[in-house]
């Protein structure tokens, strides 16, 4: 029997969408790197990953206050691991087919990757370079502050109280429903189970909405 599909009661001016895991799973990339990072400073890796999802890898690293470290550097290091593992990542279902359909000055990408991994993985995935995108180097503070989600709005001449998010990690549904939008979890590429506290369906064929 297939899922009921979930029907929006309003329309938005405009849909914001999270990258890693909400339009595409790389969790088997970003697991091995992570993973490795925790092994090599004697990290239990089950705190790290869940710091670790959804967050910018600099304010991950923060999280952990490994002394003496040079947490920039080690930022850029995992990063450059981070764009050389693309393998077994893929597009979530459905998501092709919805960035197809949206008019491209009605959605922008809101991730706390850098541009480079995030066009990395969007390219792994056989998903569009979008013309709006908000990345980790364009905040001060990532997720779970708002600033991302405001920001992407503004981008596209509204406010987030107008825009939908589409989510899957705690950082990043905090961060929508702090700015103001109306949120919706994606489920089908979680790595742990939490409780969203908003709607959540498992991938784009089981939810419905229309642009304002």
Request: charged share 25%; proline share 8%.
């Amino acid at each position: 029997m297939s899922s009921p599909i979930l029907h929006l009661p309003r329309p938005y001016r405009a849909i914001l969408f999270d990258m890693d895991g909400t339009l595409l799973d790389s969790h088997v990339a970003v697991e091995r790197v992570w993973r490795n990072w925790a092994a090599a400073y004697g990290r239990d890796s089950g705190p790290v990953m869940k710091v670790s999802h959804g967050r910018r890898t600099i304010d991950t690293i923060r999280a952990f206050a490994i002394p003496g470290l040079d947490e920039e550097a080690e930022a850029r290091k995992i990063e450059a691991l981070e764009i050389a593992d693309t393998d077994g990542i893929v597009a979530i279902p459905g998501a092709a087919d919805l960035l197809a359909r949206l008019p491209a000055d009605r959605y922008a990408i809101v991730t706390s990757a850098s541009r480079a991994l995030a066009t990395q993985r969007l390219k792994a995935a056989g998903l569009p370079i979008p013309a709006f995108m908000i990345n980790a180097e364009q905040v001060t503070h990532g997720k779970p502050d708002p600033e991302g989600y405001n920001k992407g709005a503004g981008l596209l001449g509204t406010t987030a109280d107008q825009c939908l998010v589409f989510e899957d990690a705690p950082a990043g549904i905090e961060a929508g429903l702090r700015a103001g939008a109306d949120v919706i979890a994606i489920s089908a590429a979680r790595p742990f189970p939490f409780e969203p506290g908003c709607p959540e369906v498992l991938d784009y064929t089981q939810v419905h909405f229309e642009l304002a």
